[in-house]
Nanobody
Framework: VHIVESGGGLVQPGGSLRLSCTAS????????MTWIRQAPGKGLEWVSS????????FYADSVKGRFTISRDNSKNTVYLQLNNLKPDDTAVYYC??????????RGQGTQVTVSS
């Protein structure tokens, strides 16, 4: 299994970013996918999940209405659109194989920093 996240960066409060996660080594279209994050000095936090067919989505209350998860099974890629970013969103964002509550391999992460 190989998972690679990209798209992070430094953005001002209120700004937007689009994270991408490309996976290989398993039948991507058959698996739920999840984004989690880890803020400085804190533990891992679940952010969002999307089932294999992408027919519905799940979000943590802290990001609901601001983040949007989607996937393109033809490209083995899952996305996370981050809008109206806040300083509390500063974290390393990881993409993980599997749904919420499941354990699975994840990538190296991509850093998102929200600061003026």
């Amino acid at each position: 299994v190989h998972i690679v996240e990209s798209g992070g960066g430094l953005v001002q409060p209120g700004g937007s970013l689009r994270l991408s996660c490309t996976a290989s080594g398993f039948p991507f279209s058959l698996y739920d996918m999840t984004w989690i994050r880890q803020a400085p000095g804190k533990g891992l936090e679940w952010v969002s999940s999307i089932p294999s067919a992408g027919s519905y989505t799940f979000y943590a209350d802290s990001v609901k209405g601001r983040f949007t998860i989607s996937r393109d099974n033809s490209k083995n890629t899952v996305y996370l659109q981050l809008n109206n970013l806040k300083p509390d969103d500063t974290a390393v964002y990881y993409c993980r194989k599997g749904g919420r509550g499941q354990s699975g391999p994840r990538g190296q992460g991509t850093q998102v920093t929200v600061s003026s």
